[in-house]
Structures are given as C-alpha cells and as structure tokens.
C-alpha cells in the first residue's frame, strides 16, 4: 500500500471532509482530522483542503517520525494512523517498549532493526495492545471521552490481523 492509500485511509478514518467543532475535543474545529489547535495556519482561510490535509498527515506523521523507513506496510500504517491519534513520539516509544530498546522515541536505526528481528505481525499486535490499554486510561482519566471509545477502539482493533 502507497503512502497516499494510508493518507486516504486516515482521512476517511478522521471524519474526511466534515467539519466538527464538538466542545469535548480539545482541538477544537475539525476537518480531515486536522484540529484547529494543532494547526492554526491550516485553518487561516476558515477551512481545511484535503491537499492541505494530506501534506500535514505527509509532514508530521509520515516523514518526520520515519514511519516511512518500517518496512512491513501493516505495521506501518498502523504507526501512521497511531501517531495521527495519539502523537508520533508516543507510538516510537511503545515500539521501543515493545521490541525492547532504549525508549527515546526516535525512530533510529536501532529501533529499525530491532523491528526487523521479529515477526511483523506480533509486533502489529503487541502495539494494538499498548493502543487499547491507552485507550483505556485516556478514558479512566478523563470520562468526557467516553463517547469516543467505540469509535477509539474500532480504529485501533482495525490493524489486528
């Protein structure tokens, strides 16, 4: 799967081209899953494209963390969608966690071949675990969330294999 399949994956996963503005989220307004908070000159005009969308979600999630360098495509698609969900650095230190190199959420290559060592798919696996157990405290930490759960753990059992 290209890049820009998993960037249409995320849209269509963020909501696509609705704008929300639902008081509960953080972000503020939203469209293509960029929040108004996050990216203020993407929302200078009142709205968001979808080309503006794509090279943000290109940008910071794609190419900056490196997710691009992992070579198994479910594994990273799931660190592109993860990141896009919870913070790009976040998910490099879970893979770290999870393949059992120093955690300091670079995507270097240690954390890569460390990756390679192992099966992808429990890999995969492993980090829809650590996903859902931070679902969870999300949820337990702040229970305005709770309307989002099924919607957070759709999202994150999709990369089960």
């Known amino acids: 799967m ?8 995320v849209i269509r996963r963020e909501g696509g081209a609705v704008t929300t503005d639902d008081p509960a989220d953080d ?4 469209q293509y899953g960029i929040s108004e908070r996050s990216n203020p000159a993407a929302w200078a005009d009142g709205k968001v494209t979808e080309a503006e969308a794509r090279e943000i979600y290109r940008r910071k999630y794609v190419e900056w963390p490196k997710f691009h360098l992992i070579e198994d495509s479910q594994l990273q698609m799931q660190c592109i969608d ?3 969900h ?12 999870i393949v059992g190199v120093d955690v300091d959420g670079i995507l ?10 192992l099966h992808p798919d429990d890999v995969n696996t ?10 969870g405290r999300i949820v337990t930490k702040s229970p305005t969330q709770i309307k989002y759960l099924n919607g957070f753990l759709n999202r994150a059992l999709e990369f089960l294999k």
């Open 2 to 9: 290209s890049i820009e399949d998993v960037l249409t994956d």
């Open 27 to 30: 972000g503020g307004r939203t």
């Open 82 to 84: 993860f990141g896009v």
């Open 86 to 97: 919870s913070g790009p650095q976040l998910v490099i230190q879970k893979l770290q966690e």
């Open 108 to 117: 270097g290559p240690q954390t890569l071949a460390a990756i390679k060592k």
């Open 126 to 135: 492993a980090l829809v675990i650590a996903r859902v157990k931070m679902i």
